[in-house]
């Protein structure tokens, strides 16, 4: 029976792999449900995950999990002790849950592997229609999947044909952080204000000067008549 889920589990990963890209360590994203069927069934996730999946695996949570099982009180103490030794994580590989209504949205979404508790054994579930009609609609050309976006995207950024968003931010800090042009004009105003300033006051003088070099030779005129 062991054996059996094994290759299904083999099968299944092996779908996802080839058609999403999906690789190890696998990150398995756990639920207040799972984490509450895993205790009820005496199920050790860190030990039999890497078992069952025959890969090495990385259990994960969200912040939205630890606050629902926070709210929830003691009757789920013990699933909120496991979520807290998990790694925080915003965007799943795998679910891990025991909610229908969650389960059901997931299987709406391409290439989301699913994973429950049934019987207390764990249980990788199959490709839902939704995965699989998105495959179909790659391999007839309809479609580009993720792991070929991700693949041309890397292709550009090693040619050089996609910039990097870090120096884009460089340099728009950049552009923001240099003088303003409006000022620079104000300033060669300004100077220009007191070069004509300096100017005028030694017109000034020269008047001055001149008015009282003339009024001396006048006296001097007139003390020899």
Do not use: W
């Not at 360590?25 to 996730?45: E, K, M, S, V």
């Not at 030794?85 to 891990?96: D, E, G, I, S, T």
């Not at 950049?174 to 005028?200: F, H, I, R, W």
Request: overall charge positive.
């Amino acid at each position: 029976m062991k054996i059996t889920r094994q290759k299904h589990a083999k099968k299944h990963l092996g779908f996802f792999r080839n058609n999403f890209g999906v690789r190890e360590p696998y990150q398995i994203l756990l639920d207040g449900t799972f984490c509450q069927a895993a205790l009820r069934g005496r199920i050790q996730l860190r030990e039999q995950l890497p078992r069952y999946l025959m890969a090495e695996t990385q259990l994960c949570t969200t912040r939205c999990v630890l606050k629902e099982l926070e709210t929830l009180g003691k009757d789920l103490y013990g699933a909120k002790l496991i979520a807290q030794k998990c790694q925080v994580r915003n965007c799943p590989h795998f679910l891990a849950t025991q909610d229908q209504n969650l389960s059901m949205k997931v299987k709406k979404k391409p290439g989301i592997p699913l994973m429950f508790i049934i019987q207390n054994t764990i249980v990788l579930d199959k490709p839902s229609p939704k995965t699989i009609a998105f495959v179909k609609a790659v391999e007839s050309g309809q479609l580009v999947s993720v792991h070929e976006k991700q693949s041309i995207r890397q292709l550009k950024e090693e040619q050089g044909l996609v910039k990097d968003p870090e120096q884009r931010r460089r340099k728009k800090r950049k552009k923001v952080s240099g003088p303003n042009p409006l000022s620079c004009l104000k300033k060669k105003k300004k100077t220009q204000d007191t070069n004509s300033s300096a100017s005028e006051k030694k017109r000034k003088r020269k008047r001055i000067r001149n008015r009282s070099t003339s009024k001396v030779l006048s006296e001097k005129q007139n003390a020899e008549g």
